[in-house]
């Protein structure tokens, strides 16, 4: 693998390039832990085919692979790659590819690439493989018998499905495969996108449409699925490989001026680094700063964001330390002793990104009004930021096996890792929840355009956020996804029945746009017939909601028309909500219509109240309607009648701050009570009689109702209530809330008048 497709910390010399289509960019090279040069293909080639294959001796073409392995994986057994070697080289013979050198040459590449990463000895056993079922006479079964299930497993996953057989969908139904795979085993993919990168270097043999349609694949495929695995040292050099094919132009001119900012003398990146590094010192934190130049699509973006480049804006500064808290702690001392970019700062640390990554970001501004990026990480998070899941050696290997992947990948694979697996399950931390949904909705496409289109627009949505449940859990979306994609997210099919959400524990609409960090409450009703709204389509990005919205709207012709577009609350007539249906009015129940804001009127009822005041009159007030044994006070009001509150009401606080008399109160011997309810609802057919069902059965009459005129389809209403016994309010109360379409019932509190 070449420096330039590990991001490196170090800035070099940018060399020209024959031809932008042709070869790689020419991406600033950094000093590697032996300097390891770019290998001659076409003589390891040669090599391949000339040189001796002495059992139990590793070839020599394979020697740049070994010692790559042996950096990261010093234990590693080595006898697994003698004998991929050994197959694929006498498989491949004969076999050239269009660039003259021999076959084998490529799945040479490939494994340094994956060996440079530090990929673990599997991975590069199935790598030198990859190409060995479909090109040449080796089987699966072969595959398995010489290198274990796992290994076929992984041939098999890279391995294309024949055109013969499928015809235009073989590239789609191939990608449909490999993801499958990949939601088994992440290294399927982690080989594919190192296969994906050799093919992009060496694609300048090839006819000008196809280097451009190859190159808008993996712009919208493998690229998107680099970043979501976190793999950017892929990612990176494939980005800048694209960019060269489809965009020429602004190529050339994004490397001339990396070139002419190469050959200024002075280097304001250089000389920050150099103070940082007294200032750390000083404080005495062991840290390596180093220079990060920015590959060739990120200058250009920048460019196009802040138009006339400056020094610091080609690349970032890298502070790797020991440690997780000496991350703070040069946090700390930058902040103090330079001038901090305070609105750069991000946490990568304590909120990983969804693809592993960790790391502080922040600024400090030269007096000169330069800022300087500034990047602070572990080495340990340096190598999972570069190399995503590569870096976690085999996930799926025992605890026990040290051999699988070294001690630090492990912590990483069990720092991220979402859930605890029962035991004998694999513990699979490489399984974002991007992927369960890009699984769970790929099986749902109805055909291969579906499932080609739909998977091209779910990657295009580069950035998720983390939105949590009530109970704890967390849902993984899209940015811009909205409530209505949580809930399908969270349920499935079920998510038909959604009646509405509260956000951050207030009611929102089902087109509200999540945020990083929302919780997320989803009501839902338990209407059988609950259907879909043809609006939710507006509002839904993730692919799963969608194809689910269509597969029902496909299967209900004229359907989901019950739900209004914005809110998502089941629309229903307006006579409706004035009055129960007539099948399920209760018997008792009296009601009586009346304006909103109006309190209804009530028949007349003695509350079982003692009052320190002999002879007067006691009424339990209407604004709070007080029941055993809640805790109350009463007031002297208008022809010497006490009026009896509940302590916390608001008209309690606003009585007192006129100077009115408190009087004494206390409940007496009957438990009968009168209570006024106030029940928040979306609105939805036969509400009112399935809430007025409910208080029957509960065996309470209806003493009177209001029902406010809906308001963007939530509706308010009112009862006053009475109980045979207090005890029997929570309950009710209960009762009520189990409707569907009812998301809160309190007890009334009427706001008091302004004094």
């Not at 280097?267 to 590094?277: F, G, Q, S, T």
Request: overall charge negative; some cysteine; proline content about 7%.
């Amino acid at each position: 693998m070449s420096a330039e497709a590990t991001n490196p910390a170090t800035p070099g010399p940018v060399a020209p390039t024959a031809s932008a289509a042709a070869s790689a960019p020419a991406v600033p090279r950094a000093d590697r832990r032996k300097s390891r040069p770019r290998l001659d293909l076409r003589r390891l080639g040669r090599a391949a085919l000339l040189g001796p294959a002495v059992r139990g001796k590793l070839p020599d073409a394979i020697g740049h692979v070994v010692e790559a392995h042996r950096a990261h994986h010093p234990d590693a057994d080595l006898d697994p790659l003698r004998r991929a070697y050994v197959l694929a080289e006498s498989s491949h013979r004969g076999q050239m590819r269009k660039s003259g050198e021999p076959y084998i040459t490529h799945p040479l590449a490939v494994t340094l690439i994956l060996a440079e990463l530090g990929a673990e000895t599997t991975t590069l056993t199935a790598s030198l493989l990859h190409d060995t079922v479909e090109d040449t006479d080796v089987t699966l079964d072969q595959v398995r018998e010489q290198f274990g299930e796992e290994v076929r497993y992984l041939v098999d996953g890279v391995t294309k499905l024949e055109k013969v057989d499928y015809g235009a969908a073989a590239e789609p139904e191939t990608f449909r495969k490999m993801l499958v795979a990949t939601g088994s085993d992440v290294r399927v993919m982690s080989i594919k996108l190192a296969d994906r990168l050799h093919n992009m270097r060496t694609l300048g043999v090839m006819r000008p449409e196809k280097q451009a349609r190859i190159a808008k694949v993996t712009r919208d495929v493998l690229i998107p699925l680099a970043e979501r695995l976190g793999v950017q040292a892929l990612k990176t050099e494939m980005e800048d490989l694209v960019f060269a094919i489809l965009h020429p132009e602004e190529y050339e001119h994004t490397r001339e001026l990396i070139a002419e900012n190469a050959a200024r003398p002075d280097d304001p990146l250089a000389e920050v680094a150099d103070e940082m590094r007294g200032v750390l010192r000083e404080a005495g934190l062991q840290a390596e700063v180093l220079i990060r130049p920015r590959h060739f699509v990120s200058v250009h973006r920048v460019a196009r964001k802040r138009g006339q480049l400056r020094g610091a804006d080609f690349g970032r500064l890298l502070v790797l330390v020991g440690e997780d808290a000496d991350c703070y702690g040069v946090l700390g001392e930058l902040h103090t002793c330079m001038t901090p970019v305070v609105s750069e700062f991000k946490d990568f640390i304590a909120v990983p990104k969804f693809n592993l990554y960790q790391s502080l970001h922040t600024a400090v501004a030269r007096q000169d009004g330069q800022v300087v990026e500034v990047l602070i990480r572990t080495h340990q998070m340096h190598k999972v930021a570069e190399a995503g899941v590569v870096a976690l050696g085999n996930p799926y290997a025992p605890a026990s096996d040290a051999s699988a992947s070294d001690a630090a990948a492990s912590d990483a694979s069990v720092s991220h890792a979402s859930e605890h697996p029962a035991d004998g399950e694999r513990a699979d931390p490489t399984r974002p929840g991007w992927l369960s949904r890009l699984l769970d909705w790929q099986r749902a496409a109805p055909d291969p355009d579906t499932f080609w289109s739909t998977l091209r627009e779910d990657l295009a949505q580069d950035r998720e956020i983390t939105v949590f449940r009530p109970d704890g859990g967390t849902l993984g979306l899209p940015e811009g996804a909205t409530c209505v994609d949580a809930a399908y997210a969270q349920y499935g099919e079920d998510a038909h029945a959604c009646i509405g959400a509260r956000v951050n524990g207030r009611l929102a609409t089902l087109s509200t746009v999540l945020r990083d960090g929302d919780t997320v409450q989803l009501l839902m009703g338990q209407d059988p017939a609950s259907e879909p709204s043809r609006e939710w389509l507006e509002h839904a990005h993730t692919p799963g909601a969608r194809i689910a919205i269509q597969r029902w709207l496909a299967t209900h012709p004229g359907g989901g028309t019950g739900t209004d577009e914005m809110t998502g609350a089941r629309a229903e007539p307006a006579e409706d909500t004035a009055a129960p249906h007539p099948a399920h009015a209760a018997a008792p129940a009296d009601f009586t219509a009346a304006p909103a804001g109006e309190a209804p009127p009530s028949r007349p009822w003695r509350a079982d109240v003692l009052a320190d005041r002999p002879g007067a009159a006691v009424r339990l007030a209407g604004c709070c309607t007080p029941v055993p044994p809640d805790e109350i006070t009463g007031f002297t009001v208008r022809g010497g009648v006490v009026t009896v509150h509940r302590v916390e009401c608001a008209a309690v606080t606003h009585m007192k701050g006129r100077g009115r008399t408190e009087i004494g109160v206390r409940w007496g011997d009957t438990t009968e009570c009168r209570v006024t309810l106030v029940a928040e609802s979306f609105g939805r057919p036969h509400l009112l009689a399935d809430l007025t069902e409910a208080i029957a059965s509960a065996g309470v009459d209806i003493v009177s109702a209001t029902v406010e005129p809906p308001t963007q389809q939530r509706v308010r209403h009112t009862y006053t209530l009475q109980l045979p016994d207090a005890a029997h309010l929570p309950a009710l109360m209960r009762a009520m809330r189990d409707v569907p379409g009812v998301y809160d019932v309190t007890r009334a509190q009427h706001q008091a008048p302004a004094p």
